[in-house]
Nanobody
Framework: VRLVESGGGSVQAGDSMRLSCAAS????????MAWFRQAPGKEREFVAA????????YYTDSVRGRFTISRDNAKDTVYLQMNSLKPEDTAVYYC????????????????WGQGTQVTVSA
């Protein structure tokens, strides 16, 4: 499956932004999806994940309550709504997909997007 992220850019602290990840090539509905991010000089870290039904979501502690992951299986798209953005949220954000929820949350998914830059200024 091919994943293409969009929606990144530059904002100020406290602003909101929504990232999108459009999937194509295979049956999107069977995949668990996740967002990861990688800041300069740091390792890629898990941000959020969602099961294929959309019924269960997971978040890393630093974004819980501020970010919301969702999906529209009719559009083969997963979203990451980011509110109350902080400078420490600055990173390249990657979309990931796998039929295994465990694989997608452990940063070993079968498919990665190319990433989209999010920059938050103080």
């Amino acid at each position: 499956v091919r994943l293409v992220e969009s929606g990144g850019g530059s904002v100020q602290a406290g602003d909101s932004m929504r990232l999108s990840c459009a999937a194509s090539g295979q049956s999107f509905i069977t995949y668990s999806m996740a967002w990861f991010r990688q800041a300069p000089g740091k390792e890629r870290e898990f941000v959020a994940a969602i099961t294929w039904t959309g019924g269960t979501t997971y978040y890393t502690d630093s974004v819980r309550g501020r970010f919301t992951i969702s999906r529209d299986n009719a559009k083969d798209t997963v979203y990451l709504q980011m509110n109350s953005l902080k400078p420490e949220d600055t990173a390249v954000y990657y979309c990931a997909a796998d039929s295994s929820l465990i694989a997608v949350m452990r940063a070993t998914p079968s498919h990665w997007g190319q990433g989209t830059q999010v920059t938050v200024s103080a």
